[in-house]
């Protein structure tokens, strides 16, 4: 190949993936995409680093979510715990303790953080801006989500929730803090139905 | 003629005594002043918990209208003029200051307040599985929030202090303020500084709090104040009872002075027939007065039923000046009717309940003060002969019907065996166990109520451990002890939790067990040091940890004044009343089964609780112990009112002389009394105490028209049917005034109304039937 063709592969390529690019960094085709999620089960890894500890802190388990609004994230290790998001019911288990029912319409901060992650998974963007400014980057094969909180009362708990994904698979949920400690979770999907 | 003179001055003479009396009443409307004397020590902790408690001084507010930032605004601008005011010893409404003045104290003082300080806690091997568990707890969902605690708390004190508060539901926030569930309303809870029994007091917090409302700046229009608690309640009910009773004594006075004034047809013999009316009302107002010390609205409600019999009197009198009844038999008829009407009104007069025993004393002297001014100062006043109006027409009338009489005389009986099967249907249910029925707050109050309690998760209180100790310290170590079984009880399901004055401010022998298991800095140190190892933290971050850890274990332990500002320091004081000598110590207890009828096992705490060292603690259920405290008046003022017709009956047979003669008066009252019943049952009405006292007065009216059918048997034509007019009359003026109170919307007022307004005219016409049938034949 010679050195033109090189240039006009390149500039082919730039422009193929420039047209890609201004096609998917559209919003409503990543969320009418998330939306066709109806149900799906996957496992996660979560890290956080936390600037008093020297190594991050490290917890596994299981997520699932069933459209439209029912999400459950389970932790297996190091300590059992589960949380059940229903409608607007929370509901936290742990072993030895007495089960404990929260009201999102009474903790809006909670609801809030939590409408992040459920409004990504059902695509629901009306809900995601009622509490966040949402930025889109990248492509429709890795795409970059940025909410960042409008309350400040909840910047006070985060600064900006990064959420990244494949297609229609959500594949790294991170949040950072304003004191430079964070927390990102990997999610590899088991099973999806569509 | 100075024979006459003399009954007329010493009538003049004691109405004086009894309006200078009157003039210097106390005149009280507050159901509290109702509250009976509380004979055992529960019911006395009881009464205790209501009159200084912190029942009787919450009131709840809420703000509707407007948007919620508006609400918000609104909420704290209140709360802060409200806290100026004086008249609150404290207003919540999830303020900001308020919630960093608590969070400040909880977490500067955990090592005092963590239950989890015990002496093995800050060893190496204590360290080590503290500080673990608090690095697992991080890596959980909550972990990026309760990691900001660690550095300083990284053995996790404050999270077990957060574990104790874990059952009791807070209200949600809104804008900076607490709001209701659904957002709609902003709420705020204020504790008034004066206890909830004095009325007066909470009159003057509830005028404040509207007053300040109504003048908040930049209010907007459309934001309105609503309010709710048992001060609100009483003083709602303290209006609608004084309003109730002005409006029912005036129509119930019109009423009998429209009725009289059309049977006598003079002003004159009006206002002198309502001379013995006004004496005795006069009189009982007095006696009360000087009996108790002050006067219920609710006994002058009563006063009515004085109107009722007392107006008969005079028209009894009438009669006999119009005929030629014998004045010997006449008065013997009279004062043996009022012998029985007080011998019923005695049995009111032992009762434990203040209220009744008021309406007995002012009965009782009201109508013997009115039979007295019948007897010995009308007779001076009143023409020797009285021109009554000819009421021959309206006589023969009622003769006619009267022929009648003897194809009924098998009815009073015939419902009487009618009326008692009805009553042994219901037997078991006959009796009304719901206290609200005797509430005058409306469904719509009691629904507002309900609703602002479960906005602001402010627990019903149903159900406490009581104790009384020498001091605060006592008090304090005493729900220490308590602490450690009802933890037990918890586990094992019993209760789902309590609530205790030592989780905010433990008493000093705690504080200093747990100061003494704080090691010196130097050895915390070196615990430390070796509690890290294995673990991924570096002792020199944690250097503040070993700083509060000193300063925790060098510091004076807290007191009550380290509370102040906070909203701990309500939560402590409404467990710890002070009183004249001692302490009483309250500790709520959750509800493990809400749905049940018996939601805890009262026993099971209360056998718990008696192997403590505790003395005399006492497990209370409020709802039941105030139950069971109105089933035993209930039940006391039955069996008085038993003794009382039983010394009816003898005092009958003592005044006739005549077994059967005595049958024929009790007959007919007794036909009146089984049948009111009946009908009660019939219409829905459970029995309360209140009926039993109006089923009382039907016997105490009744015998009036008994005695006077009866006496009348042997008398000629004319007498009778002037007698018969006359009873009509006085019936008429008995079932109007009592139909009257009936019409009430006060339940205690009502049920009376409509018991004896039935009884009495039942009462006149079986003694009618009976007595009119024995003359025919």
Known sequence: ?194 | MRKKRLPLAIWIAALFVCIAIIANTRFVSDLSAFMPKAPSERQQLLVDQLRDGIIGRLIMIGIEGGDAKQRAVLSLELARQLRKSGLFSGVQNGDSQTEARDRKYFFENRYLLSPAVTPGRFTQQGMHAAISDSIDALSGDAGMIIKRLFAADPTGETLALLEEFSGNSAPGMLDGAWASKDGKRAVLIAYTREPGTDTEAQARAIGMVKQTFAALPGRSASTRLVMSGTGVFSVKSRDTIEGEVTRLAGASLILVVCLLLAFYRSFWLLALGLLPVVSGALAGIAMVSLGFGYVHSLTLGFGTTLIGEAVDYSIYFYLQRTGELHPGRFWKTIWVGVATSIAGFAALLFSGFPGLAQLGTYSISGLIAAALVTRYVLPSLVPEKLGLRDMRRTGLALDRMLHFAPRLRLLPPALLVAACAVIFQHEGKLWNRNLSTLSPISTADQQLDQSLRSDLGAPDLRFMVAFSAPDTEHGLEGAEEARAVLEMLEKEKVIAGFSSPAFVLPSLKMQRTRQAAIPARSEAARNLDAALEGLPVQAQKLQGFLADLDSAKNRKPLTRSDLEGTSAALLYDSMMIRRPGDVLVLMPLREADSGADRPIDVNRVQEALGKTGLKHPVVLDLLEESTRLFENYRNEVLMLSELGCIVIVFLLLFALKSLRRTLRVIVPLACAVACVTALLLLGGTKLTILHLVGLLLVVAIGSNYALFFENSESSGMEERRRMQISLLVANLTAVGSFGMLGLSSIPLLSAIGTTVGLGAFFSLIFSAILSRSRVIS
Request: hydrophobic share 40%; with cysteine.
């Open chain 1, 1 to 194: 190949m010679r050195i033109p063709e090189k240039i006009a592969a390149f500039l082919l390529l730039a422009l193929v993936s420039w047209c890609a690019h201004a096609d998917d960094l559209k919003i409503g085709k990543l969320m009418h995409l998330l939306a066709k999620n109806k149900a799906g089960k996957a496992t996660f890894v979560e890290k956080k680093y936390i600037g008093v500890l020297e190594k991050p802190l490290e917890s596994t388990g299981t997520l699932s979510f069933e459209a439209p609004d029912r999400l459950e994230k389970r932790t297996l290790t190091p300590k059992p715990e589960a949380l059940l998001l229903e409608g607007k019911t929370l509901t936290i288990e742990r072993p030895g303790k007495k089960r404990t029912t929260v009201n999102l319409d009474e903790h809006p901060e909670v609801a809030a953080f939590i409408e992040s992650i459920r409004g990504t998974l059902a695509g629901d963007l009306s809900s995601l801006e009622a509490n966040y400014e949402v930025g889109l980057s990248g492509s429709m094969d890795h795409w970059q989500l940025s909410l960042k909180p409008r309350q400040a009362r909840l910047s006070g708990i985060f600064s900006r929730i990064l959420i990244s994904g494949t297609g229609p698979d959500v594949r790294t949920i991170e949040l950072d803090q304003e004191d430079g400690d964070h927390s990102e979770m990997s999610i590899k999907q088991a099973d999806v139905a569509r």
